[in-house]
């Protein structure tokens, strides 16, 4: 899994208004052929389907020429679902997605929940002035849907955002 760094060309003058992305985002980076996918400084943009994935909700990115694949997160911090993007004119977007899913972790700490069950509290950010918006993320294997877990997950959630905070 390498991360290249490759300049595309200038953005298209219509990218903006094709991908729906804001006068006060900067893009970042882009890429296209077949998905036409922006980095901003606040989310990803992709074409089709039309979407605005704030750095926030991506738990995960990764690049496999010419693949870009998103993990992106469930509240409950399940993996909500996978998003799989062929970009065979990438430039520089592998990396900008890669440093904006960095940047967008404010604190990540495993939490022991008892009984052997660990779970990771993920505290992210979409853009400087975003709100924090908390996950947990339970081991593999964790029924993450059962209700005392997740009563328990809240409850060392609570005590960790207190302690921090946050």
């Known amino acids: 899994m390498r991360w290249p760094s490759r300049r595309a060309s200038a953005v298209p003058s219509d990218l903006r208004v094709r991908l729906g992305i804001p006068a006060r985002e900067r893009i970042l980076a882009w890429g296209g052929r077949p998905h036409v996918v922006a980095a901003t400084e606040r989310a990803l943009y ?89 996950t947990v993320v339970f081991e593999s294997g964790v029924p993450a849907d059962d209700p005392e877990l997740q009563a328990r997950a809240s409850a060392a959630l609570a005590e960790l955002r207190s302690t921090l905070g946050i």
């Open 46 to 134: 992709v074409e089709e389907p039309r979407e605005r994935l704030g750095w926030d909700v991506v738990s995960k990115a990764q690049w496999d020429d010419p693949l870009l694949t998103i993990q992106i997160a469930a509240h409950d911090g399940r993996p909500a679902r996978t998003l799989r993007l062929r970009v065979e004119a990438s430039g520089d977007l592998p990396a900008a997605v890669r440093d904006r899913v960095t940047a967008s972790v404010v604190m990540s700490e495993f939490v022991d929940l008892g009984d052997g069950v660990r779970a990771r509290m993920v505290a992210r950010r979409a853009g400087d002035d975003a709100p924090i918006r908390w």
